[in-house]
């Protein structure tokens, strides 16, 4: 149980273009899910929160506007990457936390690198 | 001073090792404390979760807490070359559900 999918897990696209990100909840119902971004041997940035139904809470330096987060269901996140530039390039990882069973803690998909040429 | 402190190794250790994992943090208000493994270019994979002090067992795995030193450790014990991986540490508390992570150690298991 608790299995959490992220699609697509690689996409390569050029400078000024846009990504989406979809990450689903496979086996449960997710209250919140996150969006992290983690740089080689470096540890998971949290950019922002998602709860269903309504607008993301980002953190502290990441913008909004860039990183459009829509969390439509209670199984589904996206993450889309507007104008990407080669900064953006990096591991970007959800996660979705369970209404119940294991005192709610987050349970992460496998991931989706980004390569912006 | 980082809320939570990791050393990122690598730490490198022979097939069969037992294998001891730390961090350290600074805010009081944690009680819930969680061991990730990760995978090169894959997703954190939750190994162990622990509330408040003590210790918890599951197969070859240990995580052990000591909040009054602020200190968390994680064994493994009987090492194998398919624990080699990146191991996270997590922490929450103070009514947030919102873990802070360590930056995580790499551990090499070799034969």
């Known amino acids: 149980g608790a299995v959490v999918s992220q699609h697509p897990s690689r996409v390569i696209c050029k400078s000024g273009t846009s990504v989406k990100i979809e990450c689903r909840s496979l086996?449960?119902?997710?209250?919140?899910m996150f969006w992290y971004r983690q740089f080689p041997k470096q540890s998971l940035m949290l950019m922002a929160t998602?709860?269903?139904?309504?607008?993301?809470?980002?953190e502290q330096g990441v913008e909004k506007d860039k990183f459009l987060i829509n969390h439509a269901s209670l199984t589904l996140s996206t993450l889309t990457v507007t104008s990407a530039h080669p900064e953006d390039s990096s591991f970007y990882i959800c996660?979705?936390?369970?209404?119940?069973?294991?005192?709610?803690?987050?349970?992460f998909g496998p991931g989706t690198r980004l390569t912006v040429t | 001073q980082k809320e939570v402190e990791q050393d990122p190794g690598p730490l490198s250790v022979p097939e069969g090792a037992i294998v001891s994992l730390n961090c350290t943090y600074s805010?009081?208000?944690?009680?819930?404390f969680m061991w990730y493994r990760q995978y090169s270019r894959k997703g954190p994979e939750l190994l162990m979760y622990?509330?408040?002090?003590g210790n918890k067992e599951d197969g070859r795995f240990t995580a052990q807490v000591d909040k009054s030193s602020k200190y968390i450790s994680l064994f493994i014990r009987d090492s194998q070359p398919s624990d080699s991986a990146t191991y996270l540490c997590?922490?929450?508390?103070?009514?947030?559900?919102?873990?802070?992570f360590g930056r995580g150690t790499s551990l090499i298991v070799h034969p």
């Open positions: 086996d449960f119902q997710a209250t919140t």
């Open positions: 622990t509330y408040s002090s």
């Open positions: 998602s709860n269903e139904g309504s607008k993301a809470t980002y």
């Open positions: 997590a922490m929450r508390g103070g009514g947030s559900y919102i873990p802070t």
């Open positions: 805010n009081s208000a944690f009680q819930y």
């Open positions: 996660s979705a936390r369970t209404r119940t069973g294991k005192l709610g803690e987050q349970y």
